[in-house]
């Protein structure tokens, strides 16, 4: 169903219709009404089908060209007394993953403590990264919320300045947003800062404990912020994730390694998972059985993963 080019980027398999609506080649799901320019010949009298290949850069008006797996990369740190950042090691992680099948890293996420971090520590952790994907070519999403807003704003403008490819933000963490205008209205702030540099929002319900309607919170934003781009949804509430990812012009990532087969097998088709920084063959083979119709693979290749994190967690 896909393949990549020397940097990286996804192609896509969709079938074009008469009326110029792209179709997912995979098992007779919608993907998104996406007008095309169509490359291939048609023959509309006729109302046959072709299947073409084009960018995910170029579907419909999408801000954000990535999706597919990404790992939430963890910061290494020397172990010393003052807890230094190990910045030397991030070019052979980076090098890691991407040998291993990973076009995408989250930097200062969950995974990576970014919240634990200091503005200057997470700005350095930034830099490395953005100096390491020049040679893996790399797509880098930066996580830069879980601080005070100026510092949020900081961090979002030196991000831009680095050149990364898209920004994820968590929403107020003290004075958290009880209703979608709200959160949107935070973001706006935080968009603000770079103003051309997609920009996601991190929905992680257990954590944050913001739990408004993420359906009509993406709709909402992409009407107010020219920048918003999508989410990452780490719930694992599937029927209302099977909503968000119907909403136009937006990218979401399932965050919960858990039930990757389940949300796959429902339309998502990008995630940003733990555990591809330690297993990633797992979450690779679930998405290509899903996208095969092998659901019986995808079923095992989940039983596998999900007892994997069990004996990753089971002690704390």
Same mark, same amino acid.
């Given at each position: ?15 074009v ?16 009404y ?8 048609i023959?509309l009298?006729?109302k ?27 910061t ?5 007394s ?15 993953l ?6 995408g ?43 005070c ?5 900081e ?23 009880? @209703? ?15 103003p051309? @540099?997609?920009?996601?929002?991190y929905?992680n319900p ?25 989410a990452?949804? @780490?719930? @694992?509430?599937?029927?209302?994730g ?20 389940g ?54």
């Amino acid at each position: 169903m896909s393949s990549e080019d020397k940097l990286g980027v996804r192609y896509i398999k969709y079938v074009v219709d008469g009326n110029n609506k792209a179709y997912s080649s995979g098992p007779g799901r919608v993907i998104r009404y996406v007008c095309i320019q169509v490359t291939t010949e048609i023959d509309l009298a006729e109302k046959r089908c072709n299947v073409i290949n084009f960018r995910a850069l170029f579907m419909s008006n999408h801000k954000y060209n990535y999706s597919g797996m990404m790992a939430p990369v963890l910061t290494p740190f020397i172990n010393n007394s003052a807890q230094d950042l190990n910045l030397s090691i991030i070019p052979k992680y980076a090098k890691f993953l991407k040998d291993t099948g990973i076009r995408g890293v989250l930097v200062n996420g969950t995974s990576g403590e970014g919240m634990s971090l200091t503005v200057s520590e997470r700005k350095a952790v930034t830099a490395a990264w953005a100096e390491a994907v020049k040679s893996t070519k790399q797509n880098l999403m930066v996580q830069i919320g879980g601080a005070c807003l100026k510092d949020v704003q900081e961090m979002a403008a030196h991000a831009e300045k680095l050149g990364v490819d898209g920004l994820l933000c968590l929403p107020e963490l003290f004075n958290s947003p009880s @209703t979608v205008d709200e959160l949107v209205n935070y973001l706006s702030y935080v968009a603000e800062a770079a103003p051309k @540099t997609p920009l996601l929002y991190y929905h992680n319900p257990p954590y944050t404990g913001v739990r408004v309607s993420i359906p009509k919170f993406l709709t909402a934003a992409s009407k107010k912020i020219p920048t918003f781009s999508g989410a990452k949804y @780490t719930d @694992t509430n599937l029927e209302e994730g099977s909503h968000c990812i119907l909403v136009e012009d937006t990218t979401v990532f399932l965050g919960c390694d858990h039930v990757l087969a389940g949300a796959f097998t429902l339309g998502f088709d990008s995630a940003i998972a733990t555990t591809l920084n330690m297993f990633p063959s797992f979450s690779l083979n679930i998405l290509e059985a899903v996208e095969k119709g092998d659901t019986v693979k995808a079923k095992a290749e989940q039983r596998k993963l999900t007892a994997a994190i069990f004996a990753v967690t089971r002690n704390g």
